[in-house]
């Protein structure tokens, strides 16, 4: 099997990317051996119109010293990537083994070593063509992979997601991309799932993933002290599509996500978070076109259950959603606009806090990636980010990025 980036982020970044869709291959007695990845750098200059925004926001504000303007050289939203799979058919089963690593491109000042390495992906799958295949280990989550992998920015940089203006992307693995901004991170995670053969272009995966705290702050895990809630059970995920080829190409998909969380507040609270999404991705000629839209109930915003409760144990409803267009003109350079928004809804116990909470982060992006060679691209961007807070005398936060680099696969 000849992959980019194994499993989830392979298929959509080579669509976008317009190059090659083999890595490097060799034959190691009964497997097939594949090499592949990428490195991308950019250059990120963000502007910060405010000085303050919500919790939840995604517009940069200004630093300490009430500069606006910064300035960093990081990957975009797509790590930097080197993946290994090995294949091969035994006893009437295709397996294969897959594990990748993402070295972070952030630095600190001095000796310190910067950036972060992630390792994102270890997994095996085993079936057949006549009956589907079972994936154990860890992966793209299955609620919400699609969105991200048609988002344009996936080449690019999108929203940096960050809280102030005095770090651009230095210090981090990746931007945001459109991610808070249009659609909730389907994360990397454990998981077991299970996927259809393709049925005349119908296919579904359910499966079992590890179930996430709620989070009062961005960046925490099922183990951080800043976490809330825990859980006993494992999340449930799904997502079905139906793809079609012709001169009129595309893709309409469906998907759920639940999971109970319990001990969410002081009194111990139960309480089960869901999600539902529906897309659809077209081609026509050189136009790309692309609709997508979430709505949940205690999963909150941008990442799987950030906010999606109250202090007083009551789950938030939220949703969101964007919808994108490309053209690709004559000399290749592919052109795009994307508009996205999420939403958070606010409850009795915030309004009574006067809680400067995120209302809403909404995302313009316009774009373009130039195919130098059929591996290289190379990418500008400008994006406007803006957060509402519910609290009215906080005012709107914004926030502009202008972003140039390149990103060559393998």
Known sequence: MNNKIKAAVAGAVLASASVANAGITWD???WTVDMNGN??????FSDAKDATGPAG????????????DSVAISTGLLPAWLGFTATTRQNDLDTSVTISFQPGMGGNQ????????????????????????????????????TAILNDMTLLGVGSTGFTNANGG????TTTLGGIGTGYIYAD?????????????????TLGITQPWNTQPALGGDTTSATSSGSTDQPAFEAQ???????????????????????NIDAANTDDDATAFEVGISTSLMNIGLTAYAYSGEGVGTTTMLYQGFDTAGEKRDSDGGYVQATYVIPMGTKLGVSYGISSLDDNAADTAANANLVKENSRLTVGAYHPLTKHLNLVAEYSAVESESHLATQGDTENDIFSVGAILFF
């Not at 490195?39 to 990120?44: H, K, M, Q, R």
């Open 39 to 44: 490195v991308n750098a950019f250059a990120i």
């Open 57 to 68: 926001g995604l517009a940069a504000t200004q630093g300490a010293n009430a500069d606006s």
């Open 169 to 172: 992307a230095a210090g981090t």
């Open 240 to 262: 079905a599509s139906y793809s079609w080829t012709g001169d009129f190409a595309g893709k309409l998909w469906v998907g759920a996500f639940t999971q109970e969380v319990t």
């Open 188 to 204: 990397w995670k454990g998981q077991f799932a299970y996927t259809t053969p393709n049925m005349n272009g119908f296919q579904a």
């Open 110 to 145: 001095g000796f310190t070593a910067g950036g972060n390495t992630e390792n994102r992906q270890a997994f095996l799958t085993f079936g057949d063509k006549s009956w589907g295949s079972v994936k154990m280990g860890k992966d793209l989550g299955i609620f919400g992979s």
């Open 28 to 30: 190691a007695g009964e």
